[in-house]
């Protein structure tokens, strides 16, 4: 599976929009783009995942460029409970579905 | 919505002893996965498996740890003569084939004296 690269850290304001950059320039035409959460000391929670076309749902809204070597996850309007570590995984739908989560991006929403 | 859970949520243990956890899926989901996640770090995957067969392991998962999906239902994680390496959270997870998002569970800290 493709590796990608994020931001370490974050910030944005509450009621702002957040966006969180993800790069994965060696992306493969099979594979996906999965976005998780973890908020601390819980388990990682499922937010968005696409392939080619934007996506959105009642969490967040995935925009994937159009050679798909970059994303970003936008959450409309954060909120403090949005704060937590952002993971950008690129995955092949077929086969063992297993994640590689990597380091992630720390976002914190500011009061 | 019952979740993926995890028993029991902390485990304080000391050096040698062997340590058990279980994971309970979502009940339709045919695939569950264990992860391990140490401080400052994002999960790691350690074996996966589809209905009761286990598919796929980590050379993460060293021969003191072994896991089992009996009938296919719940797991389980042991490990045996615990190291103080091994202190982590240990992350369940679930999901169907081909389907979107995988489910995590809150996962059980461990703690090797």
């Known amino acids: 599976d493709a590796k990608t690269t994020q931001p370490t850290s974050m910030d944005c304001a509450e009621g702002r929009a957040a966006n969180l950059p993800c790069n994965h320039s060696?992306?493969?035409?099979?594979?996906?783009v999965y976005w998780y959460r973890q908020i601390h000391s819980q388990g990682p929670q499922y937010i968005i995942h696409?392939?080619?076309n934007n996506e959105t749902n009642e969490m967040a809204s995935l925009i994937i460029t159009e050679d798909r070597k970059s994303s970003t996850l936008i959450l409309p309007h954060a909120t403090l409970r949005d704060t937590a570590v952002y993971y950008c995984?690129?995955?092949?739908?077929?086969?063992?579905?297993?994640?590689?989560f990597g380091t992630g991006t720390r976002l914190t929403v500011i009061p | 919505d019952t979740g993926v859970s995890q028993n029991p949520r902390h485990k304080i243990t000391k050096r040698g002893q062997n340590v058990t956890f279980r994971c309970d899926p979502i009940?339709?989901?045919?695939?569950l996965y264990w992860y391990r996640q140490t401080l400052g770090q994002g999960p790691e995957f350690l074996t996966y498996?589809?209905?009761?067969?286990?598919?796929?392991k980590s050379r993460l998962l060293s021969d003191r740890f072994s896991a089992e999906r009996p009938k296919g239902s719940f797991s389980t994680l042991e490990i045996q003569r615990t190291e103080q390496g091994d202190s982590a959270m240990y992350l369940c997870?679930?999901?169907?084939?081909?389907?979107?998002?995988?489910?995590f569970g809150p996962g059980t800290r461990l703690t090797v004296l």
């Open positions: 997870a679930s999901s169907l084939e081909y389907a979107g998002g995988t489910s």
């Open positions: 995984i690129v995955m092949g739908q077929t086969g063992a579905n297993n994640l590689f």
């Open positions: 009940s339709e989901h045919n695939r």
């Open positions: 696409g392939l080619k």
């Open positions: 498996f589809q209905n009761e067969a286990q598919l796929e």
């Open positions: 060696t992306i493969s035409g099979n594979e996906y």
